[in-house]
């Protein structure tokens, strides 16, 4: 088992950023690729971004390319998101996951999931 609890999340303003960190207790942290997905109002949740096991390759949407920054401590357990330029349409519940080895797009792939952080973006 490995438990996630999201954090960092909040009231923001346009062109604003937020860090959301993932606390990973639980089994072997390295061993698990780490992704975030987030989910909007009525919409399907969707892949934001996602590190390997180790940290050597990331994946983004295209949608936050350039702006976010995913990024893991494995000292600490913990990855981050680094959210900049923030935009009205990347508000939503952000959710944590994790996959042994390899990074996944689809969140059915997903192993653990934490229970999610909102991030509300106003203009």
């Known amino acids: 088992q490995v438990q996630l609890v999201e954090s960092g999340g909040g009231l923001v303003q346009v062109g604003g950023s937020l860090r959301l960190s993932c606390a990973a207790s639980?089994?072997?942290?390295?061993?698990?690729?780490m992704q975030w997905f987030r989910q909007a109002p009525g919409k399907e949740r969707e892949f934001v971004a996602g590190i390997s096991s180790i940290g050597g390759t990331t994946h983004y949407a295209d949608a936050v390319k350039g702006r976010f920054t995913i990024s893991r401590d494995n000292t600490k357990n913990t990855p981050y998101l680094q959210m900049n330029n923030l935009k009205p349409e990347d508000t939503a519940v952000y959710s944590c996951?994790?996959?042994?080895?390899?990074?996944?797009?689809?969140?059915?792939?997903?192993?653990?999931w934490g229970k999610g952080t909102l991030v509300t973006v106003s203009s």
């Open positions: 639980g089994r072997t942290f390295n061993n698990y690729a």
């Open positions: 996951a994790a996959r042994e080895y390899s990074i996944r797009l689809d969140p059915r792939a997903m192993n653990y």
